[in-house]
């Protein structure tokens, strides 16, 4: 199983950028397509993006399009979420995920890092 490990969240304005990046150890990162969700408090987990295990194809949450890019490194074993133009509707722990196939459901994936804080001050 893959172990992930978040980073790069933080404190932003609005309409500024931050990147986040998420580490994978323990297996063959390439064999995973990659997710990265975020929760709100008070609210339900929500998806954000997708990447297949290529990178070739991506997924996006309607409320990041255009403001989001996934991305990842399978040398590295990373994958990143470029975020920009933030708001403060974006504030959340944001989590990476692990599955076999770029999914919007977080029940798709099995391994799960343990989230980095965004917040985005108005």
């Known amino acids: 199983q893959v172990q992930l490990v978040e980073s790069g969240g933080g404190l932003v304005q609005a309409g500024g950028s931050l990147s986040l990046s998420c580490a994978a150890s323990?297996?063959?990162?390439?064999?995973?397509?990659m997710g990265w969700f975020r929760q709100a408090p008070g609210k339900e987990r929500e998806f954000v993006a997708a990447?297949?295990?290529?990178?070739?194809?991506?997924l996006y949450a309607d409320s990041v399009k255009g403001r989001f890019t996934i991305s990842r490194g399978n040398a590295k074993n990373t994958v990143s979420l470029q975020m920009n133009s933030l708001t403060p509707e974006d504030t959340a722990v944001y989590y990476c995920?692990?599955?076999?196939?770029?999914?919007?459901?977080?029940?798709?994936?099995?391994?799960w890092g343990q989230g980095t804080q965004v917040t985005v001050a108005s």
């Open positions: 995920a692990a599955t076999f196939l770029p999914s919007l459901r977080g029940s798709d994936y099995a391994t």
């Open positions: 990447i297949s295990r290529s990178g070739d194809s991506t």
């Open positions: 323990g297996r063959v990162f390439s064999n995973y397509a």
